[in-house]
C-alpha cells in the first residue's frame, strides 16, 4: 500500500474512534420490518455496506449519491434477494440515466413479495413492499462531487398499506489514485412495523430518522483499474432519541483476474454481524453473490447481475 494511501487514511481511523468514543449505550429498538439490503447491491451487502465511499457500480447512490459521477463500472444492476427472515422475494433494478464527471443521475424500482411476518402466539401476517429511488450528483471540482437521493416505500400488511419515504445527501471526495472518501446524511420519514401486543396492527413509527456515516476506500494497486485487494471502512451514527452507532469494514481480495472474495463485519449498539461473498467477473458481465447469516439482522441471501453500458 503505497505512502499516500497510508496518509490519507489517518484522519478516518480517527474521526471512526471519535465516532464510538462518544457513543453511548442504548436500549434495544423495536423489530421494524425492513428488508436488508435495500438496493445495494450483493458486492456492497457482502462488505457490510461500509462502501459509501466506493463508487464501483451504480448501485453506491444508496449508501453516498455523490459518488455516481466517479463510477468505475457504469452499469444496469438486476438483483434477487431471498429475507430468510420473512421468505419474502426481492426484485431490484438500478439504472444509470445520466454518466458523467459533471453531471449524473440514476433512478431504481423495487418489489417484494411473497412475504409473512410471524409474530410469536399470532397468525402469519403476508407482507409486499415497492418503490422508487431517484438520485443525482454534480462535481464541484474534479476530484470532488455532491449528490442528492430521495425515495419511498410502500407496504401492504394484510389489507393495510403504509407509505415512508426518506432522503439523503452525500459529499465523495477523491484526492488521488487509490484513496477516497464519502460522507452522507440520510434521514427517514418513519418506520412501519407489526405489533402482536395489546394494540395489535400495524404501527407507524411518526419520528424522523436521522444519521450521518462518514467511510474511506483504499485499493492496490493504487492505479489499477482492476484493483486485487480493496478495503473500505465507515462509521455510521443515529439520532436523535434513542443514540445508536456502528461501524463497519469490508475486504476484498483476487486471488486470480476474474473471482473476488469478500467479508464483511459490523459491530454497533445493537448488533454484531458478518457477511460474506463471491464475484465473478467476465466483462461486460459481473455477477455478485452475498449471504447474510447472523440472527442479530435480517437474514438473507441474494445475486446481483451487473451488465456495462
Given at each position: ?14 474521526l471512526c474512534v471519535v465516532f464510538v468514543w462518544t457513543a453511548p449505550l442504548a436500549a434495544q429498538v423495536p423489530f421494524a420490518y425492513t ?40 452499469s444496469v444492476v438486476l438483483t434477487h434477494v431471498v429475507d430468510r427472515t420473512t421468505s419474502a422475494q426481492i426484485e431490484h433494478v438500478v ?145 436523535p432519541g434513542v443514540s445508536l452507532f456502528s461501524t463497519k469494514g469490508g475486504l476484498e481480495v483476487y486471488p486470480v483476474s476474474f473471482i ?50
Amino acid at each position: 500500500m503505497n505512502v499516500n494511501c497510508t496518509r490519507h487514511i489517518a484522519p478516518l481511523c480517527i474521526l471512526c474512534v471519535v465516532f464510538v468514543w462518544t457513543a453511548p449505550l442504548a436500549a434495544q429498538v423495536p423489530f421494524a420490518y425492513t428488508n436488508r439490503p435495500q438496493g445495494n447491491g450483493m458486492r456492497n451487502a457482502a462488505l457490510a455496506d461500509a462502501t459509501g465511499s466506493d463508487p464501483s457500480d451504480v448501485t453506491g447512490m444508496y449508501l453516498n449519491p455523490g459518488c455516481i459521477n466517479f463510477l468505475l463500472n457504469p452499469s444496469v444492476v438486476l438483483t434477487h434477494v431471498v429475507d430468510r427472515t420473512t421468505s419474502a422475494q426481492i426484485e431490484h433494478v438500478v439504472l444509470p440515466l445520466l454518466h458523467g464527471r459533471s453531471f449524473a443521475m440514476a433512478v431504481a424500482g423495487m418489489y417484494s413479495h411473497g412475504g409473512e411476518l410471524r409474530p410469536e402466539g399470532d397468525l402469519a401476517v403476508a407482507v409486499k413492499e415497492y418503490g422508487v429511488d431517484i438520485a443525482t450528483s454534480m462535481a464541484l471540482t474534479p476530484t470532488l462531487s455532491v449528490g442528492a437521493f430521495a425515495g419511498g416505500r410502500q407496504v401492504q400488511f394484510a389489507s393495510t398499506t403504509k407509505t415512508n419515504g426518506w432522503g439523503q445527501v452525500g459529499m465523495f471526495y477523491y484526492p488521488s489514485p487509490g484513496i477516497s472518501y464519502g460522507w452522507a446524511y440520510r434521514v427517514s420519514s418513519g418506520v412501519s412495523y407489526w405489533s402482536a401486543n395489546a394494540q395489535r396492527g400495524v404501527i407507524n413509527e411518526p419520528t424522523l430518522s436521522q444519521n450521518l456515516e462518514i467511510s474511506a476506500t483504499m485499493t492496490y494497486p493504487s492505479r489499477s483499474s482492476a484493483p486485487i485487494v480493496t478495503l473500505s471502512l465507515a462509521s455510521e451514527k443515529y439520532f436523535p432519541g434513542v443514540s445508536l452507532f456502528s461501524t463497519k469494514g469490508g475486504l476484498e481480495v483476487y486471488p486470480v483476474s476474474f473471482i473476488a472474495l469478500r467479508v464483511g463485519f459490523k459491530a454497533g449498539t445493537v448488533e454484531r454481524i458478518a457477511r460474506y461473498g463471491v464475484g465473478l467477473r467476465f466483462d461486460p458481465v459481473r455477477l455478485d453473490l452475498a449471504v447474510g447469516a447472523s440472527r442479530s439482522e435480517d437474514r438473507f441471501a441474494g445475486i446481483s447481475l451487473s451488465v456495462s453500458l
